[in-house]
Structures are given as structure tokens and as C-alpha cells.
Nanobody, 114 residues
């Protein structure tokens, strides 16, 4: 059973934008706050942003003002709009519940490079 399917990653130049999508299973999406996480090479996975069912949002300091998280409750999908991308944003991006209580998906690779 696959709980999360992430997509939308790719290679982008510094200053560019990408929009990530995560399709989650309905049983999870409807009951939990959702979050985006990332893991850069040789670094621990970190939280990037999260959003509750009611729309309360939190961002990591490193992405505030550049990234926007949103959710479509009809589609069981959470999005991450990433603008003004920097090389240090290069990572595999994952979604999960806010406290990451389910198994991880495969993620989607974002590479920011000129």
C-alpha cells in the first residue's frame, strides 16, 4: 500500500520555481495535518512546511517567504510552491503527516543548479 506519491521535482536554475504535488491516501489525508520534508545529500531529513485541515501553516525559517504550502481536500493532495530557489534547496522532497507517522514515499528530487 502506497500512502504518498510525490511528483513535480526536476532541475531548475537558481532563482527559478517548481511546484511539487503529493497525492495521499484518503484515509490519511482527511484525518491529519500534512507536511513537506526534505533530505539533502549526507544530511538528516528536515521539516519544510506543514498545514492543518483548518489551514494553519508553519514554515521552516530557511524557506519562509519563498515556499507556499497548500492542500486540496477534494483531491487528497498537498502542494508546495517553491520560488526563488537556491542551491541549498537541493534535496529529495517528501510528504507525510505533520509528525511523519507513516512510511515514507519515494520522494521527488529537486536539483537547483546553474
Amino acid at each position: 500500500q502506497v500512502d504518498f506519491v510525490e511528483s513535480g521535482g526536476g532541475l531548475v536554475q537558481p532563482g527559478g520555481s517548481l511546484r511539487l504535488s503529493c497525492a495521499a491516501s484518503a484515509r490519511i489525508f482527511k484525518n491529519y495535518a500534512m507536511g513537506w520534508y526534505r533530505q539533502a545529500p549526507e544530511k538528516q531529513r528536515e521539516s519544510v512546511a506543514n498545514i492543518t485541515n483548518g489551514g494553519n501553516i508553519n514554515y521552516a525559517d530557511s524557506v519562509k517567504g519563498r515556499f507556499t504550502i497548500s492542500r486540496d481536500n477534494a483531491k487528497n493532495t498537498v502542494y508546495l510552491q517553491m520560488n526563488s530557489l537556491k542551491p541549498e534547496d537541493t534535496a529529495v522532497y517528501y510528504c507525510n503527516t505533520m509528525f511523519a507517522i507513516y512510511s515514507w514515499g519515494k520522494g521527488t528530487l529537486v536539483t537547483v543548479s546553474s
